[in-house]
């Protein structure tokens, strides 16, 4: 079993502006870790992060498919979650390169068809459309979590986006809540973008029944 991360090195003040794991953090790490060998024969050159945070979710990717392996891409739109992400990664030594932006909004063009392993633990919480655009605008901790409407106005602008991410072997890692519509996600992708989706993992947690979706291609060699 893998440990979690050091993030000894982050403190109280840091939590105040980015988001601190969680149980939809760790059900993230386990289904990875459940896919571990699966991962390693993948042998992923291009791994990408939508919305890192602390760094967790890919200093634990790295610790599974070794730090010198792939190249680890991290975005999010807040600057403390960038420079926490880093600074994770080298306390783990992982070297992660974070890159301040809206989702994958400048990476789309050059990672075309290109990333092998891709995670989004998304703001899936429901919220007015209000709160969710202005957290977007805020750029601070509330993005992590405000959902809008049924908690899936960030998920559905990435879910538009993965299959001109992923490689003809790439896989795509989700969190989701059973209030996001899991069947409906994965039909919807099934459909719309070739890609076919199963729960990797899913448990309660307080209220909230997480799941982990991974997706892939339909067919392995479409491109």
């Known amino acids: 079993m893998l440990p979690t991360p050091d993030l000894s090195h982050l403190k109280s003040e840091d939590y105040r502006h980015v988001y601190e794991p969680a149980e939809d953090t760790f059900i993230l790490l386990d289904a990875l870790e459940e896919d571990a060998e699966t991962l390693r024969e993948l042998r992923p050159a291009v791994c990408v992060e939508i919305g890192s945070g602390s760094g967790c979710v890919t200093t634990f990717a790295g610790k599974i498919l070794g730090a010198s392996s ?3 891409l991290t975005t999010d739109i807040n600057p403390r979650a960038c420079a926490t992400t880093k600074a994770t990664g ?5 070297p992660i390169e974070p890159i ?5 909004g400048p990476l789309r063009a050059r990672l075309k068809h290109a ?4 995670l989004f633990n998304p703001p ?9 655009d202005a957290a977007q605008d805020d750029a601070g901790i509330a993005g992590a979590w405000a959902g809008g409407q049924d908690g899936m106005a960030i998920t559905d602008v990435v879910l538009d986006q993965v299959e001109n991410l992923l490689s003809p072997r790439g896989r795509f890692y989700l969190v989701a809540v059973k209030q996001n519509d899991i069947q409906g996600i ?19 947690a307080g209220r909230e029944h997480l799941y982990v979706l991974r997706f892939h291609r339909e067919r392995p060699d479409r491109t």
């Open 100 to 104: 301040l932006a809206s989702l994958v």
């Open 90 to 94: 080298c306390q783990n030594t992982v």
């Open 115 to 118: 990333v092998d392993l891709l």
């Open 124 to 132: 899936y919480v429901p919220t007015d459309a209000e709160e969710a």
């Open 70 to 72: 792939s190249l680890y």
């Open 186 to 204: 994965c039909g919807r992708m099934l459909t719309q973008h070739g890609l076919r989706g199963e729960v990797a993992l899913q448990r309660r």
